[in-house]
Structure formats: structure tokens, C-alpha cells
């Protein structure tokens, strides 16, 4: 773990230009909304909108938005106020539901499946943290890892699905007790 923390901003590592770091997801969540859009756009007609008003509702992003334009609401989250990491976790497990339900794939840019994983480790119910409590998450396809005792490794997509509770199916092939 102490590998881990000499490479996180603000650190002791080697001293380098720090000036962008912040805590402002924004243009994560814009993307992930985008993300949503591409996957409400493989979905039938009939069934696009109630699928996008219950994205919208899971992820928090209902108040802002009344109609069903998730490119209109990514342009104005990139370009609104600033965004908390519970923000991007609500969405990110917004979105993974989604692709669940309509059978697609979630493509999101490694950070933010790391920071999601990483702030879910602390936030998800008591039985999700106790599968992965103690152990080092590892994602296969984007490189990430954090933790440390015995590794769970497998890809951040099925990682974050377990730590957000879409799926029951724990990283490297187990599952969630219930």
C-alpha cells in the first residue's frame, strides 16, 4: 500500500507540478452521462424514456434535467458547477445498471472506474466491503490497483459492479454473501 500513496497527489513523491490536482469530477461525470446516452441510444423507442428517467433519478441528475436530452444534460454538467466523487459513484452505478438491463458494455476511462472502486471500498454496505476488505483490487484491463493482502483481480467493469451492488458476482469469480 505505501507504493501506492508515494504516486498519489501531494505526496512525498518526487516533487512535479500539482496545480491541476482537485476534487472536481465534472468532466468525469460528463462523460459517464455520455456514456448512458450511447447505451439508451441501442435501446427501442418505446422503452428509451422510462429507461432514461430511472437513469436519471438513480443517479441524482433528476433535478436538474426534466427532459430526456443526456447529451444537453453532459454539455451542462462539463460546464456547471463542481462535482463530488458520490456524485460520479451514483452515476457510474446508474450507468452500469443500465447496460445490465439493456445488455451493453460500460467503456469509461480508467480513472474514473478507479476512483469509483477506490471511494466504493469505503462507502458500499457492510457486506460488499467485507468481501474486499484486507485484500489488493487489481484491474485487469486498465491497470489500476490498490489494497493490500491477497489479490482480487478481474476487470474494473465487474469490479465496480460488485462494489456499487449491481452485481453479486465478487472480483475474481466468487460472490457476495449474503
Not at 507540478?17 to 423507442?45: F, I, M, N, P, Y
Request: proline letters at 5%; one cysteine or more.
Amino acid at each position: 500500500m505505501s507504493d501506492l500513496f508515494r504516486e498519489l497527489p501531494l505526496s512525498s513523491r518526487t516533487p512535479r507540478d500539482e496545480s491541476g490536482v482537485t476534487g472536481d469530477w465534472r468532466g468525469q461525470l460528463a462523460d459517464v452521462v455520455g456514456e448512458a446516452a450511447r447505451l439508451l441510444a441501442r435501446v427501442d423507442d418505446d422503452s428509451r424514456s422510462p429507461r432514461t428517467r430511472a437513469f436519471l433519478v438513480e443517479s441524482g441528475l433528476d433535478r436538474e434535467r426534466s427532459e430526456d436530452d443526456l447529451t444537453g444534460l453532459a454539455d451542462a454538467v462539463r460546464s456547471g458547477r463542481r462535482r463530488r466523487i458520490r456524485d460520479l459513484s451514483r452515476a457510474v452505478t446508474a450507468t452500469l445498471v443500465l447496460a445490465r438491463d439493456t445488455g451493453g458494455a460500460v467503456s469509461l476511462a480508467p480513472l474514473t472506474f478507479g476512483a469509483v472502486a477506490l471511494y466504493r471500498t469505503t462507502a458500499a454496505p457492510l457486506p460488499i466491503r467485507a468481501v474486499v476488505a484486507g485484500r489488493t483490487l487489481r484491474s485487469s484491463d486498465h491497470g489500476w490497483e490498490f489494497g493490500h493482502g491477497p489479490l482480487l483481480e478481474d476487470s474494473s467493469e465487474r469490479i465496480v459492479a460488485f462494489l456499487c451492488g449491481v452485481s453479486e458476482n465478487a472480483p475474481g469469480g466468487g460472490s457476495r454473501p449474503r
